[in-house]
């Protein structure tokens, strides 16, 4: 009988309150902004529960569409775009958007006797070849945190960021830009990757970007040259990336450039990235999209 009652008052108050529901112990209050009010301080809410494989299977899932994936045992959201998680492993930032699982954390140590993660930064594997596509990872520009743009289906904005951690209208978007400085920030930060303690800096917890120094000696210890031949067969295990181009946005094949936190000194508005093409690091625009290889400080 109790439940009927309290049926008839959802319902009451459903039509009552222009399409409105309240779900708990006082069905005849809701919140005025809420269209569904549920109430209770003894239960939670329960959303969808699906593997990955499910979760990717929905067919055109609705932008705010929300579920609780039970591969990563993570709530994700449909941003329209991708599927994003803020939650993950603790030995990341609390706010790094995966774009698919967390990036496994397994170490090597190098012939310079430093050590380094296995794998690029959203890699699902260790490379087993250079042009191994699930080893190439996400694409970061300089500088930026692990908001959503580093997903290769992240979408693009003209909008320059204005904010260090990115959390304005451009969150989660890849920022192209043409001309000097070609940087996806107004103004320009050059220590936003600085160190484990830098603002973006997006490696699990007690990693951070390389320098360029710390890149050219380990090439140096490549049996197979400073290239890409040497990169893949090191302990690393380097592949050749594809890389997004800084004035469009657009994907450039596989060349297998790695960001450093370096500036060159004569032109601050650039930075070191190294490249396996050529066997070396080069200036490039910070608005690059290149792939992450996170070293233990």
């Not at 269209?35 to 609705?62: C, W, Y």
């Amino acid at each position: 009988m109790k439940k009927i009652i309290l049926l008839v008052a959802l319902i009451t108050t459903c039509f009552m309150s222009f399409a409105q529901l309240k779900v708990g112990n006082n069905p005849t209050t809701i919140a005025a902004s809420a269209m569904l009010d549920v109430e209770s301080t003894t239960k939670g809410l329960l959303p969808p529960r699906m593997t990955t494989t499910e979760r990717d299977a929905i067919a055109s899932p609705a932008a705010g569409l929300v579920i609780y994936n039970t591969t990563i045992n993570c709530l994700e959201y449909y941003n329209a775009t991708i599927w994003v998680s803020n939650c993950g492993p603790s030995n990341y930032t609390n706010g790094t958007v995966f774009c698919g699982s967390p990036t496994t954390v397994v170490d090597v140590v190098t012939a310079t006797g430093r050590t380094w993660m296995d794998r690029n930064l959203g890699a699902a594997r260790q490379a087993t070849r250079s042009d191994d596509a699930p080893s190439f990872g996400d694409l970061y520009q300089w500088g930026r945190r692990s908001d959503g743009h580093q997903c290769r289906i992240s979408p693009v904005t003209a909008t320059d960021a204005t904010e260090n951690t990115d959390l304005s209208t451009p969150h989660g978007y890849f920022i192209p830009v043409s001309g000097v400085p070609q940087d996806w920030r107004s103004p320009q930060n050059g220590s936003l990757w600085q160190g484990v303690s830098g603002v973006n800096n997006p490696c699990p917890a007690g990693y951070r970007i390389p320098t360029a120094t710390e890149f050219i000696a380990e090439a140096a210890t490549w049996s197979g040259g400073a290239g890409s031949l040497g990169g893949f067969g090191s302990p690393l295990k380097l592949p050749t990336s594809t890389t997004r181009s800084a004035s469009t946005g657009a994907y450039v094949g596989a060349t297998g450039r790695y960001w450093t936190s370096e500036h060159p000194f004569s032109f601050p508005y650039l930075t070191y990235a190294y490249d396996l093409q050529v066997g070396y690091a080069q200036n490039f625009g910070r608005a690059e999209g290149f792939s992450v290889r996170c070293i233990k400080d």
